[in-house]
Antibody
Framework: QVQLQQWGAGLLKSSETLSLTCTVS????????WTWIRQSPGKGLEWIGE???????NYNPSLKSRVIMSIDTSKNQFSLNLTSVTAADTAFYYC?????????????WGQGTQVTVSS | EIVLTQSPDTLSLSPGESATLSCRAS???????LAWYQQKPGQAPRLVIY???SRAAGIPDRFSGSGSGTDFTLTLSRLEPEDFAVYYC?????????FGQGTKVEIK
């Protein structure tokens, strides 16, 4: 059974860097594009980007200048850094894995992390 | 980017009734790379339909998806109490992947 467990700081101040990590257990780690999604009342579900086990990334152009994703295959972990956060980055953040290694929607999700940015 | 517009925003129905949810794309979604998710309060979204019409594992057959190109539909037949939730469509054809704004199916 594939499980994703995520963690990271939930309360930030403006201009700080958001850092979240997701650990994967069960299933293969290689071969997938590991994904970050966020959800806020104002903007709904927003795809942040993805990274594969080779370190290749695809970012949402709306966030590209502030997003850095990384991966550690030895620990079955991948991470999200979002720099210079503002109140607009307040959201629930999810990590996820596609259903299949080929292009497919997210079949597995982390439990989510509420991130709040205060001024 | 592909903009997905869902309608209606809210459906108020009784258990046993059927629900028809619409998702319209601003550009054609090729290969039917369109999915539907169900989300309940306090939970992560759950994949319901992929490839526009294929049910994900564990999804009952009262859920069905259809459509192609720019118009897609999720049909929920014989609503059960556990089906009342928010449903989102998502295209995974092009980057950035995008979601619709959601349709809430609520108990009347």
């Amino acid at each position: 059974q594939v499980q994703l467990q995520q963690w990271g700081a939930g309360l930030l101040k403006s201009s700080e860097t958001l850092s979240l990590t997701c650990t994967v257990s069960g299933g293969f780690f290689s071969g997938y594009y590991w994904t970050w999604i966020r959800q806020s009342p104002g903007k709904g579900l927003e795809w942040i980007g993805e990274i594969n086990s080779s370190g290749n990334t695809n970012y949402n152009p709306s966030l590209k200048s502030r997003v850095i994703m990384s991966i550690d295959t030895s620990k079955n972990q991948f991470s999200l850094n979002l720099t210079s956060v503002t109140a607009a980055d307040t959201a629930f953040y999810y990590c996820g894995r596609p259903r299949l290694a080929v292009r497919s929607p997210l079949g597995y999700w982390g439990q989510g992390t509420q991130v709040t940015v205060s001024s | 980017e592909i903009v997905l517009t869902q309608s209606p925003d809210t459906l108020s129905l009784s258990p046993g009734e059927s629900a028809t949810l619409s998702c319209r794309a601003s550009q054609s979604v090729t290969n039917n790379f369109l999915a539907w998710y169900q989300q309940k309060p306090g939970q992560a979204p759950r994949l319901v339909i992929y490839g526009a019409s294929s049910r994900a594992a564990g999804i009952p057959d009262r859920f069905s998806g259809s459509g192609s190109g720019t118009d897609f539909t999720l049909t929920l037949s014989r609503l059960e109490p556990e089906d009342f939730a928010v449903y989102y469509c998502q295209q995974y054809d092009r980057s950035p992947r995008t979601f619709g704004q959601g349709t809430k199916v609520e108990i009347k």
